[in-house]
């Protein structure tokens, strides 16, 4: 599936060559993101999307305002269980709430698979996180992703792929909708994927979609959602072994869980809403949008919050809160009509609710409602990455749709009441493991694997005088250049390059370059130069798919980038666009050691602006460092020139660093460069070498 990002998608599959699609019925287009913007430029760029879809037989278009692509992709059947689904956009993780392997690729894998039906992918570590107990009353899908993202905060699932499993009667409780919400949101937790068993739950969705699909002559989903088709996927139903070996094990003990919301501006932090509401935090606007949050069943919940109250006031639906805007705006066009039948839909608007059309929106930081300066919004959305909705001198908090539209009624971060906290809750269960009793076949199981990994860990060990890397033809053997450091954590990618500039398709270069880590620290422009190795912490990169977070450090003629961790969907959008990139946390720990104070929290590289005070909890998150300056000693900067060089010996795969002019000197081993990976960035991306393969097969 491709949505807005069709048109450069379409360019890309033109510029390599090819002259026609490998399989039209291979490909979805949906417009959903930009839907609000009527302008030619916009308007035209959607007219030449659908032009090229009738022209090619792609018969599987969405226009406009019929709802946002992920939720298409389920409610229609093209994600179908115990497939696998691909979508150029970083959220395709959602489709494992229906036991689909959804996956993000991104426009040069799209314009890939457009010319010949393939694409490529590293295996990724798989992680079990095991859920017991089963949900309380007032408890959501949203409350337990939110609360994974909080309590497990620390990279334990990045880049890894999530099975999702527990007893029967605990997935019971995870109706599908919450399944989708969960799965959607793995995203934010670093994951690849998160996919939900093929179960009884499943079975009766399914069964009522192609109940639905018989009787209804209005439905589209006739020929892909069948009874005869669940049959054959039940007989064949894929599951794990009984011995599956797993990277990591997690659990989470539903039972024990509360309402949760997430933020300011991080995912990384959540904080039960009784103890946030405690702090009377006032908010601007509420927000019920997004692929995450906006189905039928989340606009029942949210009007229900209205509805309860107006039981209190003479059945007449209270009005929001003065000075409060709230916006709501349906996943899809059947979603929005489901709400509608149900009077849901009305009795958010009565409330003083303004209506978006279906579409992404203000989750993207587009069209109409954006935070502005010193504002605080609170969203059922899945993003609240700082400047992501709107101004990043603003605050943003994630929560579940009963929680916006009780904090827009009340005016402050508050819930509906329909949680009651248990006398002898001690807290949320969780941690490593399964969460279930021990047995002898589990102990005996975890000593097998753990002899495995250190017998896999000891072959490494042995092998370190390994022979030189080839290096192909057009590669460099060496790249050099002083370490420009950004000293933060989880730099992603609205911090790398701003979502409003992101569907603007002829954005120069120049003004890449510019806009180059802009969200994270305006001043990276004046401070980085060409040939600059930027160096940063873990998780550099997550976040959406926009592969100008790749490109626009190339425009800043940045060739590499070393960090503890990569995101995967930017890692992958580097090898695809040309720009290499490394992992080295030995360096990331010298530099912190050397030039961070650990008690301080981050702070802008230079500004006159007055301090602006910041929410405690900011200090644990690295990638929402406050808006004013900090001046202790050894200030942290958020970007750095350290006057350290690092050479990066690509044949012997081995890094050297110099600590400064007559500084200390220390070598790494890093990791080969495979001659498939050179290939590609030799040939510039993945788009020249996708043109080289067409030119030699023709």
Request: proline fraction near 6%.
């Amino acid at each position: 599936m491709t949505h807005d990002n069709s048109w450069p998608v379409i360019l890309r599959y033109m510029s390599m060559g090819a002259s026609k699609l490998h399989d039209n019925t291979q490909l979805v287009m949906t417009l959903d993101h930009d839907v609000q913007n009527k302008s030619d430029s916009n308007l035209t760029k959607y007219k030449h999307i659908e032009e090229f879809a009738r022209a090619n037989g792609i018969n599987d278009f969405y226009p406009a305002g019929r709802g946002i692509g992920h939720q298409i992709m389920v409610e229609e059947g093209f994600a179908w269980p115990g497939t696998l689904s691909v979508a150029s956009d970083s959220h395709s993780n959602m489709y494992g709430g229906v036991g689909c392997l959804g996956t993000p690729i991104v426009r040069s894998d799209a314009a890939s698979v457009f010319a010949t039906g393939r694409t490529w992918w590293q295996i990724p570590p798989i992680a079990r996180v095991t859920f017991t107990g089963t949900l309380p009353a007032g408890v959501t899908g949203k409350d337990v992703i939110v609360a994974l993202c909080g309590l497990f905060d620390n990279d334990e699932v990045l880049n890894h792929a999530i099975e999702f499993t527990g007893s029967e009667e605990t997935m019971a409780s995870l109706l599908v909708d919450s399944r989708l919400t969960i799965a959607n949101m793995t995203t934010e937790w670093g994951a690849l994927t998160g996919l939900f068993p093929i179960d009884q739950t499943l079975e009766r969705w399914l069964r009522y979609k192609a109940t639905e699909a018989a009787l209804l002559d209005d439905r589209t989903t006739r020929q892909r959602i069948t009874h005869e088709k669940v049959d054959e996927l039940l007989a064949n139903r894929l599951s794990a072994d009984r011995d599956a070996v797993y990277a990591k094990q997690l659990y989470l003990n539903l039972s024990t869980l509360s309402p949760y919301v997430s933020g300011p501006n991080s995912v990384k932090i959540a904080t039960p809403l009784n103890e946030l509401a405690a702090q009377k935090i006032k908010i601007n606007r509420a927000y019920l949008v997004s692929c995450t949050n906006s189905r039928a069943s989340d606009l029942a919940a949210a009007a229900k919050v209205f509805k309860d109250a107006a039981k209190a006031n003479s059945g007449t639906i209270p009005k929001i809160a003065d000075g409060v805007q709230f916006y709501i705006a349906a996943a899809s066009a059947p979603e929005q009509e489901s709400a509608e039948a149900a009077g849901d839909w009305q009795a958010i608007l009565e409330a003083g609710a303004q209506p978006l059309p279906a579409g992404c929106g203000p989750c993207i930081g587009l069209g109409t409602g954006l935070l502005e300066p010193g504002e605080v919004g609170i969203s059922a959305s899945n993003r609240n990455f700082k400047g992501r909705m709107g101004s990043r001198d603003a605050k943003a908090y994630l929560a579940s749709p009963e929680v916006v539209a009780a904090s827009a009624l009340s005016g402050v971060i508050s819930g509906p009441g329909a949680y009651e906290v248990p006398s002898d809750w001690s807290g949320v269960e969780r941690g490593f493991g399964t969460g279930m009793p021990r047995t002898t076949e589990h102990e005996l199981s975890g000593l097998l694997q753990q002899m495995e990994s250190l017998i896999e860990r000891s072959e490494s060990a042995t092998d370190s005088s390994k022979s030189a890397v080839e290096i192909l033809p057009g590669f460099p053997e060496r790249i050099s250049g002083e370490i420009i450091f950004c000293d933060a954590d989880n730099i992603n990618t609205d911090g790398i390059y701003p979502g409003k500039l992101t569907y603007q398709d002829y954005v120069s270069k120049e003004d890449m370059a510019r806009a180059c880590m802009q969200n994270y620290d305006p001043e990276f422009h004046t401070i980085a130069q060409p040939n600059d190795i930027l160096v940063a912490g873990r998780s550099f990169g997550v976040g959406s798919s926009r592969e100008q977070a790749a490109t626009a450090i190339l425009a800043k003629q940045i060739p590499l980038v070393v960090a503890s961790s990569f995101g995967n969907i930017f890692a992958r959008n580097s090898i695809n666009n040309a720009l290499m990139g490394l992992e080295v946390p030995r360096l990331v720990e010298r530099l912190r050691s050397h030039f961070s104070s650990a008690s301080n929290p981050a702070s802008s590289s230079s500004s006159s602006k007055p301090p602006i005070p910041e929410p405690r909890a900011n200090e644990q998150s690295l990638d929402t460092p406050p808006p004013g300056p900090i001046e202790p000693h050894n200030e942290r900067k958020l970007t750095r020139r350290t006057g350290w060089t690092l050479t990066w010996d690509v044949a012997r795969s081995v890094v050297e660093v110099q600590e400064g002019p007559g500084g200390e000197v220390w070598t790494e081993r890093v990791g080969e460069l495979p001659a498939n990976v050179q290939a590609i960035i030799a040939a510039g991306g993945l788009e020249g070498w996708v043109k080289r393969e067409i030119g030699t097969a023709g």
